[in-house]
């Protein structure tokens, strides 16, 4: 027997029927559907990186500052072997607070997501960035020996191998980064993408961020062309993988790597020499 026409009301959602007694099509998300949909991407935006502004960059412009001026105090007064790991410490810490303060005011959506992608881009980018610094050195005269660990009484000191082999590695990555191309870098974009568009923020936070990362390095250790020149495309790649990705984790394992080759190799050459 065929099939009745039947006149039965079709069962609405909850949604939909909020929609109609608000006399909106049936078709259109609901209020509160859009309230709790997934934020979109900071780099397209200014929900989710709103507290990014330009009070936060100033703030964290002095943080950093001040933390430098209290690492040269601490160097030129203070004679000691960890006088040079203190005043790093003391950098971190001026780059850690304004890190606090930007994530407690709101997170970037998308930011802080890890995709397996990131440790490939860790991995390859990082290792080419140290090959490059080899030859950055070559091509500036140097003689393209191993580096080497300093040596007291014929051993490494323990200075060493805590700032400049495991903290080098391991916490110098995630707080310049986080600082550098997260708080630097977003917060300048998020300020200069509605006046300037997407382009002009983009190329504008890459180059203050990178320039700001290289000056921060040289007053802290004097550095050659050739370092500055690898510094330089460090910060360039790290920065564009933010802005490419919209994550920071890949540029985070491309600085661990780029400094744990060098641990590796300074090592080798410790051992060879």
Do not use: K
Request: glycine share 10%.
């Amino acid at each position: 027997m065929p099939d009745q026409p039947t006149d039965a009301p079709v069962a609405l959602t909850r949604g939909e029927l909020r929609a109609q007694r608000r006399g909106a099509a049936i078709g259109e998300p609901d209020r509160d559907d859009r309230e709790h949909a997934v934020p979109a991407d900071w780099r397209f935006s200014d929900r989710s990186a709103e507290g990014w502004n330009e009070w936060l960059l100033a703030g964290a412009l002095i943080s950093l500052g001040l933390a430098i001026l209290g690492g040269a105090v601490i160097t030129t007064f203070w004679q000691s072997p960890w006088a040079a790991a203190s005043a790093t410490l003391l950098l971190w810490v001026g780059m850690i607070v304004p890190i606090v303060v930007a994530l407690v005011r709101s997170r970037p959506a998308g930011l802080l997501r890890f995709r397996a992608l990131d440790a490939l881009y860790g991995v390859v980018l990082g290792a080419l960035l140290r090959i490059t610094q080899g030859w950055l050195e070559l091509a500036a005269g140097g003689s393209g020996a191993l580096p080497s660990a300093p040596r007291v009484d014929g051993a490494i000191p323990t200075s060493w191998w805590v700032m400049d082999a495991a903290a080098a590695v391991t916490v110098a990555p995630v707080v310049e980064e986080l600082f550098f191309r997260g708080v630097l870098l977003v917060g300048l974009f998020t300020v200069l993408r509605r006046p300037f568009g997407v382009a002009a923020a983009g190329i504008v936070a890459l180059l203050v961020a990178t320039g700001v990362f290289v000056i921060v390095h040289g007053l802290a250790v004097p550095l050659a062309i050739d370092h500055a020149l690898s510094l330089t495309l460090l910060g360039l790649v790290c920065g564009l993988l933010v802005l490419l990705t919209g994550r920071i984790w890949g540029a985070v394992l491309v600085h661990a790597v780029f400094n744990g080759t060098y641990v590796v190799l300074a090592l080798a050459g410790t051992v060879l020499s």
